[in-house]
């Protein structure tokens, strides 16, 4: 009778649910195959079935510690490379050949993308994945950088300057335009000349680009964009947004991240106003006018998750929306003071308060909010996280309050995180 173990393709799978990655008490990775290595050592069959699946991730911050001749030996099974060029004794050009990578992530270590890196892109025509960090950049132009990479369908991509890249960036970005599905683009400043082109199934969008042209260019070549967003919290990145959307542009979007000031408020509340069906809004002003609480409202019966940043909050326009959105599961809010938080978790202050799932507020931290460190983990149900620093009687007052909140199961004051237990 055959043992099962002898196939292949079994012990592949039963391989696959070894735990290699491990998460610490702070939620972050690390590398511990102890068990995969006990069994790589059954036999030949068990090493030559399970060292692809060991390997199958390469992640260079996470693995400092294994030997660079052990890497060598093994790049071959690379299909995922992390934080590329994180470890300063493998040099991009000392390295062994990988050419069948699915998933590029650089590392924020990186300073600028050299020859050998680029060839290194290249010789991954598999790719679906790259993404270059925001510290990194490419030093000069490489305009057949992606040209073999037709499978690609996520891409991060940052230039600092485009006035020091000189070539035709419509040229550069047309061999995976038609497969990109996610697309990050941040350049400082210059102008990238995106005229032309044309994205049928990018689905998301995050974007930062010093050139209104480019934006508009950029927008209306993604007729079928969902998601668009840049850091609200940079302002200076999102604004270019309105032209293109007030035009028309991406007409099927449903989530929208935008920063605005004073003076563009009334210009946001036109493309609301003038759209339908949206799901997400993120928004970071200085003042939540009329014209954009009648614009949100107008998504009522659509938006599932809204975030809010005021510099100067007044409640009373907040609890317009709150009162008028029906299908809110999620709601994050900010700057907001202690008071503000227990009114916003008044049941009769939403439509539909037995929808919400989780809520945020986001405030500056104060030295009179300063006290000892809460010792207890759960506190009237709820999971308090260690070491949390802010006063034991305001959040006994909020998860009082927070009762009526039937799905409620998340409750985040700035970083802090607390669970309800058994919602």
Known sequence: MVNPLDLPEILARVGSYITIWHLDEHGACYFQPKDMLSCIQVSHHFRNTLLPILWYTFDEGAMLRVPIDVIRKCTLYFRVHLNYRCRRDYRPNNREPCTRLTHLTTSWRVGHMGRSDIDFIKSNPGLKHLEARESLYFKAFCGDLFSNLQELEYLRYYLRDAKNHHGPHHQLFQPISANLKVLHLRCDKGTLDLQGLFFPNVKKLLVRLSSPQDMMDLLHGCPNLERLGSNPFARD???????????????????????????????????????????????????????????????ASSLTHLSVHVKNLQPLPVFQILSSCGQLKSVEIGEVEYSDMEILLSTDRWKNPELLESIRFKRWFR?????????ARVLHGWMIPSGYMFKRETLETLFEVAKGFERLGVIMINSSVFKRIAV
């Open 367 to 375: 030295e009179q909010d300063r006290c000892d460190p809460i010792l």
């Open 237 to 299: 990145g999102s604004t270019n947004f309105i032209p293109a959307l007030k035009a028309g542009a991406c007409p099927l979007l449903s989530d929208l991240a935008i920063g605005v000031t004073m003076e563009q408020e009334e210009d946001l509340a036109h493309v609301l106003e003038h759209r339908t069906g949206f799901q997400k809004l993120e928004i970071l002003l200085d003042e939540l006018r009329e014209c954009l609480t009648r614009a949100i409202n107008h998504h």
